[in-house]
């Protein structure tokens, strides 16, 4: 079935980069979600990517995406202390129009002053 | 403006009583959402509203009694909880299902006693 994985922690000093990876089944994903979650808050959508791109950029986020290895990442550059949070990615599957989406389990950011 | 907005933010509620969750959004979607979320745990989909029609029930007890009154809200109802129903309860919504970008509220944290 459909699985999404991500590592569970990392950590960085503020000024650093950060690159959040996550590892994904379903071949026929169209869009891949980056959500942020600061503790006690809703998720927040940082930023997707269409599965026929191979990278999008947006400001500090760069989001890389290796459709034959299924394996996304998302980039954060000069990480600040305001971007410690729970990152999900997320797939919608492509093969049902139900808009239900599979998250990864998070990856918790800890930045460091 | 992509804001889903959640009340109550609070709720505390004993096994015995009714009480009503609401989500409200602004945006023309024809798609909204409910999700349960564990502490340090991805939300797990409950129910897809499609043209305010129910579209997916994944297999919630019925002590959760969805409603979509109009196409701008979403209710979630809910009487005779269990202690293990305490999480945080978050609403979406997106353009219409399928492969379209999700935005979630700030969510309603419950604690049931």
């Known amino acids: 079935g459909e699985d999404v994985e991500q590592s569970l922690f990392l950590s960085v000093r503020e000024g650093d980069s950060s690159v959040i990876n996550c590892t994904y089944t379903?071949?026929?994903?169209?869009?891949l979600y980056w959500y942020k979650q600061e503790p006690g808050a809703g998720l927040q959508l940082l930023t997707y990517?269409?599965?026929?791109?191979d990278m999008k950029q947006d400001q500090r986020l760069t989001v890389l995406l290796n459709k034959k290895d299924k394996h996304l990442s998302l980039r954060i550059a000069d990480t600040q202390t305001g971007d410690s949070a729970i990152y999900f990615c997320?797939?919608?599957?492509?093969?049902?129009?139900?808009?239900?989406?599979?998250f990864g389990q998070g990856t918790t950011l800890q930045v460091k002053p | 403006d992509t804001e889903v907005t959640q009340t109550p933010k609070h709720l505390v509620m004993g096994m015995t009583n009714k009480k009503s969750l609401k989500c409200e959004q602004h945006?023309?979607?024809?798609?909204m959402y409910w999700y349960k979320q564990k502490a340090k745990k991805p939300p797990e989909l409950m129910f897809v509203?499609?043209?305010?029609?129910?579209?997916i029930n994944e297999s919630v007890p019925s002590r959760f009694s969805p409603e979509c009154p109009n196409s701008s809200l979403l209710n979630l109802h809910l009487h005779a909880l269990q202690p293990e129903d305490s999480a945080l309860y978050l609403c979406?919504?997106?353009?219409?299902?399928?492969?379209?970008?999700?935005?979630f509220g700030p969510g309603t944290r419950l604690t049931v006693t």
């Open positions: 509203y499609s043209y305010e029609k129910l579209s």
């Open positions: 379903d071949s026929s994903s169209t869009y």
């Open positions: 979406a919504s997106s353009q219409v299902t399928g492969p379209y970008e999700q935005y």
């Open positions: 997320a797939e919608s599957s492509g093969s049902s129009n139900t808009g239900k989406l599979i």
């Open positions: 945006m023309g979607h024809r798609a």
């Open positions: 990517i269409f599965s026929n791109m």
